[in-house]
């Protein structure tokens, strides 16, 4: 398996502009995470999905943060409109079985807002 | 609030001697507790957990110690090489939430 795959690396956008970021989670796998890592805030939990099904969005920041799951094989974390304090490193992660364990993240995407 | 706290932001460890990496909690309904290893430009990568009910856990190098009364714990790396150079992020567990620290940048030196 190739490992959860996040598209794009890198995006560079303008504030107001709406952001998408991808996320193919492993095969078989039925727990899929979104996280954003900043340097003041570290690594946080913005929301995760149990087999398709959004379970937990306490952490996504506001209203303009929002993520679906269309199928098991497919994931999209959108900003709109963005803000330069959006500015991070956004990972995907997938587990067999939730949080108690061994959760494989994505290369994540480094996103700057201007 | 940080219910996860990882006090030291750098350590530095000679090659072949023992690393050891601090985390306390606050929260003590966590019930289990998780290292990650994170090399720049990558994702984390599982390393070692322990269960609450446990006070140790080892997987070759890797070794981590629980103690609940405390609300501490620690990832124990020896002999250190320097592929361990990375940032180590511990995370705790419970019911549906999880929180990680912000990290400890550990250094190999030759």
């Known amino acids: 398996d190739a490992g959860v795959i996040q598209s794009p690396r890198h995006e560079v956008t303008e504030m107001g502009q709406e952001v998408t970021l991808r996320c193919k989670p492993i095969?078989?796998?039925?727990?899929l995470f979104w996280y954003r890592q900043t340097m003041m805030r570290g690594l946080e939990l913005l929301i995760y999905?149990?087999?398709?099904?959004?379970?937990?969005d306490s952490g996504m920041p506001e209203d303009r943060f929002s993520a679906k799951m269309p199928n098991a094989s497919f994931s999209t974390l959108k900003i709109q409109p963005s803000e330069p304090r959006d500015s991070a490193v956004y990972f995907c992660?997938?587990?067999?079985?939730?949080?108690?364990?061994?959760?494989?993240f994505g290369p994540g995407t480094r996103l700057t807002v201007t | 609030d940080q219910q996860v706290k990882q006090n030291s932001p750098s350590l530095s460890v000679q090659e072949g001697r023992i690393s050891i990496l601090n985390c306390d909690y606050t929260?003590?309904?966590?019930?289990?507790f998780l290292w990650y290893k994170k090399y720049p430009a990558e994702g984390p990568t599982f390393l070692i957990s322990?269960?609450?009910?446990?006070d140790k856990n080892e997987d070759g190098r890797f070794t981590v110690f629980l103690n609940k009364s405390a609300k501490h714990l620690s990832l124990h790396i020896v002999p250190s090489q320097p592929g361990d150079s990375a940032v180590y992020f511990c995370?705790?567990?419970?019911?549906?939430?999880?929180?990680f620290g912000k990290g400890t940048r550990l250094h190999i030196l030759p």
């Open positions: 999905f149990n087999n398709n099904v959004p379970i937990d």
């Open positions: 929260n003590s309904m966590f019930d289990y």
């Open positions: 992660a997938s587990s067999l079985s939730g949080y108690s364990y061994e959760q494989y």
């Open positions: 995370a705790a567990s419970w019911d549906d939430k999880i929180i």
């Open positions: 322990i269960s609450s009910i446990k």
């Open positions: 095969s078989g796998h039925d727990y």
